[in-house]
């Protein structure tokens, strides 16, 4: 059965701050693995897809890597912003239309 | 595009009341929607797949007679919770497919805050 870590569940930095948020996973049998955003009360965003094949993919000041031996994907935020404040989830999906399996998030706040 | 709806936003209801929950997909076709629920500071835990015109495929644990799932058209899925009690409070959020796009990106709705008194 897959499993999804994030850890820290919470985290707070100044604004301007490179981050990096970690996502941990048990199976490395993925097919693809996602992040999302999440604004208190709302629904999901996408932010990024990464297919099993891929190492990284980038948008914007969001850039996320994927080591599937190692069961491990990062998305780095560059100069963070106040405005980036949310929680953000990873989540990975076994096969091309399976279903997908979320972490818990990690709440990120960024003081102005 | 691809922009996926849900009513309401949030209901309050008494227990022992049934709750219907929409999900539409307002500018793709959604042959594949899912519902989930997320407690607070929680994951999004999937509950069901809802597949246009046949039934909804439910998770271990999932009372498919409690949360009644009926997927009659391509951009809409509905979510009823049926003689809901307080332990039923939750966030639920449905996604969809866009089976024009190669089916892969679910997008997601915005959720239904739902308290049972």
């Known amino acids: 059965k897959q499993e999804v870590t994030q850890i820290p569940a919470a985290l707070s930095v100044p604004e301007g701050e490179n981050l990096v948020l970690n996502c941990s996973f048990t199976?490395?049998?993925?097919?693809?693995l996602q992040w999302f955003r999440q604004d208190p009360g709302k629904g999901l965003t996408s932010l990024l897809l990464?297919?099993?094949?891929?190492r990284e993919q980038t948008s914007g000041r969001l850039n996320a890597s994927l080591d599937k031996s190692s069961g491990r994907s990062t998305l780095y935020i560059a100069a963070s912003q106040p405005g980036d404040s949310a929680t953000y989830l990873c989540?990975?999906?076994?096969?091309?239309?399976?279903?997908?399996?979320f972490g818990k998030g990690i709440t990120l706040s960024v003081r102005p | 595009g691809a922009v996926v709806s849900q009513h309401p936003s949030r209901v309050i209801c008494k227990s022992g009341t049934s709750v219907k929950i929409e999900c539409r997909s307002l500018?793709?076709?959604?042959?594949?929607m899912f519902w989930y629920r997320q407690f607070p500071k929680q994951s999004l835990m999937l509950m069901a797949t809802?597949?246009?015109?046949?039934?909804?495929?439910?998770e271990q644990g999932v009372e498919k007679d409690k949360f009644l799932i009926n997927h009659a058209s391509l951009t809409l899925s509905t979510l009823t919770v049926t003689s809901a009690h307080p332990e039923d409070s939750s966030f639920y959020i449905c996604?969809?497919?866009?089976?024009?796009?190669?089916?892969?990106?679910?997008?997601f709705g915005p959720g239904t805050r739902l308290l049972v008194l």
């Open positions: 996604s969809a497919r866009d089976a024009g796009r190669g089916g892969e990106t679910q997008y």
């Open positions: 199976d490395s049998a993925i097919y693809n």
């Open positions: 990464i297919q099993s094949s891929q």
């Open positions: 989540a990975v999906a076994s096969g091309a239309n399976s279903k997908l399996t």
């Open positions: 500018d793709f076709q959604a042959t594949t």
């Open positions: 809802s597949n246009e015109g046949s039934k909804a495929t439910y």
